[in-house]
């Protein structure tokens, strides 16, 4: 049975993370910022990966 915990990592975490990765990718492509661009395209791809690494490992 799963944890109690597992409804914060696979749903409430990822879409904070993917929220905040979407703003930095726009205003990093609008300002030409690369490195705000790269930060966000990183922290989506932590948003995609992060509940399967969690939870993997909780369940």
């Known amino acids: ?3 109690v915990g597992t409804t914060i990592f696979s ?3 990822p879409v904070i993370f993917g929220i905040f990765s979407i703003i930095l990718i726009i205003s ?3 300002d030409e910022d690369q490195p705000k661009l790269g930060l966000g ?3 989506f791809i932590i948003a995609c990966v992060f509940p399967y690494i969690v939870l993997s490992v909780l369940v």
């Open 28 to 30: 990093g492509a609008l």
């Open 11 to 13: 749903h409430i975490l």
């Open 1 to 3: 049975m799963a944890m």
């Open 41 to 43: 395209i990183a922290l």
